[in-house]
């Protein structure tokens, strides 16, 4: 069982339905945790980083990414975000609308941990999003970031 209290987690999705549906789905599961969203990718580095509005927020344990969004696509987050030395280690989730082979190689050559694709049926979607939950909230062991910099250096 994760020692962890609360979990914070950051969802970078831009369709606001999918968005309202993933918060209610977390809600009723059974872990303690703070839902950030952010509605594009360009929004999700800012967050990471703590620009602007962002300045007090937590480094979250874990991201939920989606791929197809404005500004930046989430590729390119995921590129910048393991690509950053305070950031790598938070696990991220790619959730997207895709199945293609393109998008799944490229997720995981950018060291994506797990490619989800969101299924069109309701009941289907709240299963993915409550295994994701399982696995993630009550299964693993996440890292903290602002523990694990020091020491890794």
């Known amino acids: 069982m994760n020692t962890i209290k609360t979990v914070s987690t950051l969802l970078v999705e831009d369709n606001p339905a999918d968005a309202r549906l993933v918060k209610e789905v977390i809600a009723e599961c059974n872990v303690r945790h703070e839902l950030n969203i952010v509605g594009d990718g360009e929004e ?3 967050y990471l980083h703590k620009k602007g509005k962002y300045e007090h927020c937590e480094t979250p344990r874990l991201i939920i990414l989606d791929l197809n969004m404005p500004k930046k696509n989430g590729r390119e987050v995921l590129s910048e975000i393991k690509e950053d030395d305070e950031l790598k280690l938070i696990p991220i989730i790619v959730l997207t609308t895709s199945d293609n082979n ?5 997720s995981y050559k950018y060291s994506a941990n797990a490619f989800l694709t969101k299924p069109a049926d ?3 979607f709240i299963e993915v999003i409550h ?3 399982d696995f993630w909230m009550d299964k ?3 890292p903290d970031c602002n523990i694990c910099k020091d020491e890794i250096g």
């Open 44 to 46: 999700a580095i800012n």
């Open 102 to 106: 393109k998008d799944v190689c490229d």
């Open 122 to 124: 309701f009941d289907e």
């Open 131 to 133: 295994s994701v939950m």
């Open 140 to 142: 693993a062991i996440l």
